[in-house]
């Protein structure tokens, strides 16, 4: 099975921490992504990675930055972080080859306050 | 822009009935489909996958596509109360693992 680890369950910081949320996976995928969820706006792509140092701007970037130094992780940091980004941060990994779904880790509810 | 829709809900369907849930797509030529269940608070869980048209079951799942219609079906059998949790369609519009998700439907199964 596959297995998407988030580092955090929970969270809770201040406005203007810089907040990092860290994300492995454990099958070699070639493809990681970071989504936000939220009431009412469904799942809204951040970033995303298909390859070790490579990532790719998703729909709401802005505020957000991410590092892939090795494969199996991805990580995900709030530059400075804000209320509105308090939210359901969700990780997830895919094969390289098309046509493949995307496996999610369980999620880190971050409170920004 | 390529586009995911499903009807919010809630759907309310008593225990034992079949459960249909629906979802139409922007784009003739996509590839794949995919249903994930989600429950409250927790993350998105594949529960099937389709590549073709027709039907393809698993358990108490059937999926069904219709790509010259555009859309993608989600029918649960003996619906049970622990079914009960938001549904949300993806789509690969491009064959490269990148995937456009709806805004999901909500059921409910009532004991």
């Known amino acids: 099975d596959v297995k998407v680890t988030q580092s955090s369950r929970y969270l809770v910081k201040r406005t203007g921490e810089k907040v990092f949320l860290e994300c492995v996976q454990d099958m070699d995928h070639e493809n990681m992504f970071w989504y936000r969820q939220d009431p009412g706006l469904g799942l809204r792509l951040i970033y995303f990675?298909?390859?070790?140092?490579?990532?790719e701007k998703g729909d709401i970037p802005e505020g957000y930055s991410v590092s892939r130094e090795k494969k199996e992780r991805f990580s995900l940091i709030l530059e400075s972080a804000s209320t509105n980004q308090t939210s359901m941060y969700l990780c997830?990994?895919?094969?390289?080859?098309?046509?493949?779904?995307?496996?999610f880790g369980d999620g880190t509810r971050l409170s920004i306050l | 822009q390529k586009e995911v829709e499903q009807n919010s809900g809630p759907l309310s369907v008593p225990e034992g009935a079949i459960a249909s849930l629906n979802c139409t797509y922007s784009d003739r030529v996509s590839q794949s489909f995919f249903w994930y269940r989600q429950y409250s608070g927790k993350s998105p869980e594949l529960i099937m996958s389709?590549?073709?048209?027709g039907d393809k079951e698993d358990g108490r799942f059937t999926a069904q596509l219709n790509k010259a219609s555009q859309y993608v079906s989600l029918l649960i059998r003996d619906s049970q109360p622990s079914d009960s949790a938001t549904y949300l369609c993806a789509v690969d519009f491009n064959a490269g693992n990148m995937l456009t998700f709806g805004g999901g439907t909500r059921l409910m199964v009532k004991p």
């Open positions: 990675s298909y390859d070790v140092k490579m990532k």
């Open positions: 997830a990994s895919s094969w390289e080859v098309g046509n493949q779904p995307q496996h």
């Open positions: 389709i590549y073709s048209n």
